[in-house]
């Protein structure tokens, strides 16, 4: 990922923790005829049985990529936080308008779980995005049984994190005064992912 160094993230925790918190990614890896092939999925960071972080997730097995996951496939994921367009007229002078966003791309190798692995993912998964339900639901709720019936139609990978690049675009070549009237104006557009950029812009630049 191309990244100019004024909009490089480096810290690893900031890194992981944008993960957790934007885990719906862009899982990407090249099929047998070269050409790259994605899917849109929830994509966890969890650690292996060593305490090493990892990326786990799952695919219906009906997906092709599926197919093309095992024995050390090179893959990408990427993950997308708040981004906003950053209009020209937002300046005290002349300049182009840009776009300003958060992103992590990891690369990695891919292997397939087993179903007992798959499994305790399921379970970890369904815990973090139940939390805030009102009623919570969990695999011991829906039975185990269960579960593992409806696994016979996915296919759980994991993959190693063997490079990771963070992209925070967030006007850091500024000065004050027009930093802080972009943040004004992302703030008044009404769009929930533009207040969300103007705030972590606030946080970095108070």
Not at 30 to 43: E, K, M, R
Not at 54 to 74: W, Y
Not at 101 to 109: A, I
Not at 135 to 159: D, L, N, Q, W
Request: proline share 4%; net charge negative; hydrophobic share 35%.
């Amino acid at each position: 990922m191309y990244t100019p160094k004024a909009f490089q993230e480096t810290d690893r925790d900031t890194l992981y923790q944008f993960i957790r918190d934007n885990s719906f990614g862009l899982l990407v890896s090249t099929g047998t005829d070269g050409i790259p092939v994605a899917t849109h999925i929830p994509i966890e960071l969890q650690p292996d049985a060593a305490g090493k972080l990892q990326l786990v997730g799952h695919l219906s097995k009906a997906n092709p990529q599926g197919r093309l996951l095992g024995n050390n496939t090179p893959a990408l994921a990427v993950f997308s936080g708040a981004h906003s367009y950053i209009s020209s007229s937002w300046y005290d002078h002349v300049n182009v308008p840009t776009w300003n966003y958060l992103s992590v791309q990891v690369t990695g190798q891919t292997d397939i779980l087993s179903d007992d692995e798959a499994l305790e993912v399921l379970r970890r998964q369904v815990d973090k995005y139940e939390a805030h339900s009102k009623c919570p639901v969990s695999v011991e709720s829906m039975t185990e049984g269960y579960v593992r019936k409806e696994m016979r139609g996915i296919i759980a990978f994991t993959m190693t994190i063997d490079t990771i690049q963070g992209t925070a675009k967030l006007s850091q070549n500024r000065d004050d005064k027009n930093y802080q009237n972009i943040i004004s104006e992302l703030r008044q557009t009404g769009h929930a992912g533009a207040s969300e950029l103007a705030d972590e812009m606030a946080a970095r630049r108070p």
